[in-house]
C-alpha cells in the first residue's frame, strides 16, 4: 500500500517561493504517476502538476506554468513541488497523489490517481 506524508507547507508573501515535500513509501519497482493537486476552501479539488516516476515525463496546469516545478528524488523516496512567484490564488491545502502501478495520467484528473496524502496548507497573502 503506498503511503504518502507532504510536508512544506507555510504561510508567504505573494512573490515568494516555497518548496513542498512529499516522502513516499510502498511502491514497488513499476513506473508510476505522482502528481500534485491542490483545493481552495469552497472549491473543486484541481491537479497542479503531475511525473512519472520512470522518465520523469511532467505535465502542469497552465496557470502554474512557468512558476511551479515537480520533481523526485528516487533514492531517497521524496516527491517535489518547488512554487516560485507565488500569487493569492494559489492559496490553498495541496495534496500528494500517486497511481497504481503502470496505470498512466495523461491528464491531471483525480480519477488517474488512487493514494493521497493528508495535504498541506499553503497560504499566500497580497
Known amino acids: 500500500q503506498v503511503q504518502l506524508v507532504e510536508s512544506g507547507g507555510d504561510s508567504v508573501q505573494a512573490g515568494g517561493s516555497l518548496r513542498l515535500s512529499c516522502k513516499v513509501s510502498g511502491r514497488t519497482g513499476a513506473n508510476y504517476c505522482m502528481g500534485w493537486f491542490r483545493q481552495a476552501p469552497g472549491k473543486e479539488r484541481e491537479g497542479v502538476a503531475r511525473i512519472y516516476t520512470d522518465g520523469g515525463a511532467t505535465l502542469y496546469r497552465d496557470s502554474v506554468k512557468g512558476r511551479f516545478t515537480i520533481s523526485q528524488d528516487a533514492a531517497n523516496d521524496t516527491l517535489y513541488l518547488q512554487m516560485n512567484n507565488l500569487k493569492p490564488e494559489d492559496t490553498a491545502v495541496y495534496y500528494c497523489?500517486?497511481?497504481?502501478?503502470?496505470?498512466?495520467?495523461?491528464?491531471?484528473?483525480?480519477?488517474?490517481?488512487?493514494?493521497w496524502g493528508q495535504g498541506t496548507q499553503v497560504t499566500v497573502s497580497s
Open positions: 497523489a500517486a497511481g497504481d502501478p503502470w496505470i498512466t495520467c495523461p491528464t491531471l484528473q483525480r480519477r488517474n490517481f488512487a493514494h
